[in-house]
């Protein structure tokens, strides 16, 4: 399987408790860690990412949670349920939050502001 380019200077730490880690579950966790450099353009110095089951709990018996490891406080995130998958969206969307909150939304500092732009050049 292969990395993420942009991984690649980030120490990453992938921990499953209780269960065996697959590759697709992998993948997934690798590709939501890629989607957060979209939020904080800045050196990403660690990502640990904790996925766990609890062998007694009947109903949300899955916890992942995620630090991620940049200057300064660390932002994590963490929630519990019944699917890995829409448990790490969950994270990924608090964390987004966290580092936009915390660094301002850089997926915007791209777009023109209304009033430069050419009302003709729309036509």
């Given at each position: 399987?292969?990395q ?15 269960f065996?880690l ?10 939501t ?6 939020f ?8 640990e990412v ?7 709990q009947?109903t ?12 300064g406080?660390?932002v994590y995130?963490?929630?519990s ?7 790490i ?10 580092l936009e ?7 915007n500092?791209?777009?023109a502001?209304i ?9």
């Open positions: 399987m292969q993420d380019p942009n991984l690649d200077t980030i120490r990453l730490d992938i921990e499953a408790v209780g065996t697959d590759d697709g579950l992998r993948a997934f966790v690798l590709e860690l890629s989607k957060l450099q979209r904080y353009k800045g050196d990403v110095i660690t990502a904790y996925l766990k089951v609890e062998p007694n009947r949300n018996d899955k916890h992942v949670g995620i630090k991620y490891g940049v200057p406080n660390d995130a963490d929630d349920g019944d699917n890995w998958y829409e448990l969206n969950s994270v990924e969307a608090k964390l987004q939050r966290q909150k915390r660094f301002g939304n850089h997926t500092a791209n777009r502001n009033d430069e732009i050419d009302p003709a050049s729309l036509a």
